[in-house]
């Protein structure tokens, strides 16, 4: 991790098109202010790990029964075998 001291109203940059300012410092809160491009998406730390927590449980949920990806996927090689004329076993 790269550790860098700024003073309020100074910045980094990010490769070429993210900026981060600081701007304000109160004793135990650092206000930032993140120019990005649209495309990017910003995130605050405890909020992504929430997202991340809530996509793997709707994963789960969703997540196909022990064995049926197997037969699906022989279901469709069966018919793939047959549309091309190719022989089947």
């Not at 993140?34 to 969703?62: C, F, K, Y």
């Amino acid at each position: 991790m790269l550790v860098l001291t700024r003073k309020s109203g100074e910045s980094i940059v990010i490769g070429n098109n993210i900026r981060v300012k600081v701007v304000e410092v109160s004793p135990g809160v650092v206000r930032l202010g993140i120019e990005a491009p649209r495309e990017i998406t910003i995130v605050r730390a405890e909020l992504h790990s929430e997202i991340e927590g809530a996509n793997r449980r709707a994963a789960d949920v969703a997540s196909l029964p022990e064995g049926l990806v197997g037969k699906l996927r022989g279901k469709a090689g069966q018919s793939q075998g047959a549309k091309s004329g190719g022989p089947t076993t």
